[in-house]
C-alpha cells in the first residue's frame, strides 16, 4: 500500500473507528428508550446549522460552523428533551416531523445555489475519504469526552438533559464527517445486530468496527462513494450477526407471533 494511499484512509480509519465507538453505546440508549429516528432528526439539524453558517458568511471560519452546528444540534436536542416529559407518547411522531422539517429547510436555502446539490450530498452521503489528520485531531477529544463521560459517569450521563446534550456533541462531529446516513446506521444497525445478544455492547462494538474497516477497504478498491458502501456494509455486518447470534428457527418463529 503506497504512502499516499495510506495518508488518504488513515484519517478515515480513525476517524470511522472513533464514531464506531461512541455510536454504538448512544445507539443502544437510544433504542431502549424508543426513540430510533433522534439521530437522524440531530444530524439533520446540525447540518442545517452547517449549511446556514456557509451561507452567512462567505468561507466561514471553522468556528462559525461550529458554533451555528452545534448550536442547531443543542436546540434540537433539548426540545427533543422537552417532549420526552411533557408528551412522552408523541414524542417519536414529534422527532420524525422535525427531521423532515429540518431536511426540507435545507433543500429551501440550497434550491439557488450553484452547488446546491453537491452539498446536499456530501450532508446526507459525507465524504469520509477527505477527512484529514486535522480534522481528526479536532474532533477526536469530543468522542474521547463523551466515552470517559458515559462509562465514568454512567448514571449522570444516561439521564435528563446530559444524554441529549452528549448527544447533541457526538451527532455535530459525526455529521460533518461522515454524513447523515451514517450517522444513523453506525447508531442503530449494531444495536439491533447486538439485540439479543447477553453481551450486547461488545458485540455492537464488533459490528460497528468490522463495518467501517470493510467499507472504506471495499469502496477504496472499487473506487465507489464510500459512504453508501459503508451503510451498506452496516446493514450486511448486522444481518450476519443477528442471525449468527439467534438461531433462524427463532427469527422465523418471532415474525409469525
Given at each position: 500500500?503506497?504512502?499516499?494511499?495510506?495518508?488518504?484512509?488513515?484519517?478515515?480509519?480513525?476517524?470511522?473507528?472513533?464514531?464506531a465507538?461512541?455510536?454504538?453505546?448512544?445507539?443502544?440508549?437510544?433504542?431502549?428508550?424508543g426513540?430510533?429516528?433522534?439521530?437522524?432528526?440531530i444530524?439533520?439539524?446540525?447540518?442545517?446549522?452547517?449549511?446556514?453558517?456557509?451561507?452567512?458568511?462567505?468561507?466561514?471560519?471553522?468556528?462559525?460552523?461550529?458554533?451555528?452546528?452545534?448550536?442547531?444540534?443543542?436546540?434540537?436536542?433539548?426540545?427533543?428533551?422537552?417532549?420526552?416529559?411533557?408528551?412522552?407518547?408523541?414524542?417519536?411522531?414529534?422527532?420524525?416531523?422535525?427531521?423532515?422539517?429540518?431536511?426540507?429547510?435545507?433543500?429551501?436555502?440550497?434550491?439557488?445555489?450553484?452547488?446546491?446539490?453537491?452539498?446536499?450530498?456530501?450532508?446526507?452521503?459525507?465524504?469520509?475519504?477527505?477527512?484529514?489528520?486535522?480534522?481528526?485531531?479536532?474532533h477526536?477529544?469530543?468522542?474521547?469526552?463523551?466515552?470517559?463521560?458515559?462509562?465514568?459517569?454512567?448514571?449522570?450521563?444516561?439521564?435528563?438533559?446530559?444524554?441529549?446534550l452528549?448527544?447533541?456533541?457526538?451527532?455535530?462531529?459525526?455529521v460533518?464527517?461522515?454524513?447523515?446516513?451514517?450517522?444513523?446506521?453506525?447508531?442503530?444497525?449494531?444495536?439491533?445486530?447486538?439485540?439479543k445478544?447477553?453481551?450486547k455492547?461488545?458485540?455492537?462494538w464488533?459490528?460497528?468496527?468490522?463495518?467501517?474497516?470493510?467499507?472504506?477497504?471495499?469502496?477504496?478498491?472499487?473506487?465507489?462513494?464510500?459512504?453508501?458502501?459503508?451503510?451498506?456494509?452496516?446493514?450486511?455486518?448486522?444481518?450476519?450477526?443477528?442471525?449468527?447470534?439467534?438461531p433462524?428457527?427463532?427469527?422465523?418463529?418471532?415474525?409469525?407471533?
Amino acid at each position: 500500500m503506497s504512502n499516499e494511499l495510506i495518508e488518504i484512509i488513515g484519517p478515515a480509519f480513525v476517524a470511522g473507528l472513533m464514531i464506531a465507538l461512541t455510536h454504538a453505546p448512544l445507539g443502544l440508549e437510544v433504542y431502549k428508550r424508543g426513540i430510533i429516528f433522534i439521530d437522524l432528526a440531530i444530524a439533520q439539524f446540525a447540518g442545517l446549522g452547517m449549511v446556514t453558517a456557509n451561507l452567512i458568511w462567505q468561507e466561514p471560519a471553522w468556528w462559525m460552523v461550529q458554533i451555528l452546528a452545534l448550536g442547531s444540534a443543542i436546540a434540537a436536542s433539548l426540545v427533543f428533551r422537552m417532549t420526552e416529559r411533557i408528551l412522552p407518547e408523541e414524542q417519536e411522531a414529534i422527532i420524525g416531523s422535525s427531521f423532515v422539517l429540518a431536511g426540507a429547510t435545507v433543500i429551501l436555502l440550497l434550491a439557488d445555489q450553484p452547488h446546491g446539490g453537491e452539498e446536499i450530498q456530501h450532508l446526507l452521503s459525507g465524504q469520509i475519504l477527505f477527512v484529514s489528520w486535522s480534522d481528526v485531531i479536532f474532533h477526536v477529544p469530543v468522542y474521547l469526552f463523551i466515552l470517559i463521560l458515559w462509562f465514568k459517569w454512567s448514571e449522570h450521563a444516561r439521564q435528563g438533559k446530559l444524554f441529549y446534550l452528549l448527544f447533541a456533541f457526538a451527532i455535530t462531529s459525526s455529521v460533518q464527517l461522515v454524513g447523515v446516513f451514517v450517522v444513523f446506521a453506525s447508531l442503530i444497525l449494531p444495536a439491533l445486530a447486538a439485540l439479543k445478544s447477553k453481551q450486547k455492547l461488545p458485540l455492537a462494538w464488533t459490528c460497528g468496527i468490522a463495518s467501517v474497516i470493510i467499507g472504506i477497504v471495499v469502496s477504496t478498491l472499487i473506487d465507489a462513494p464510500t459512504g453508501p458502501v459503508i451503510v451498506l456494509t452496516f446493514v450486511l455486518t448486522a444481518v450476519t450477526i443477528r442471525i449468527a447470534t439467534e438461531p433462524f428457527s427463532n427469527l422465523f418463529s418471532t415474525s409469525l407471533k
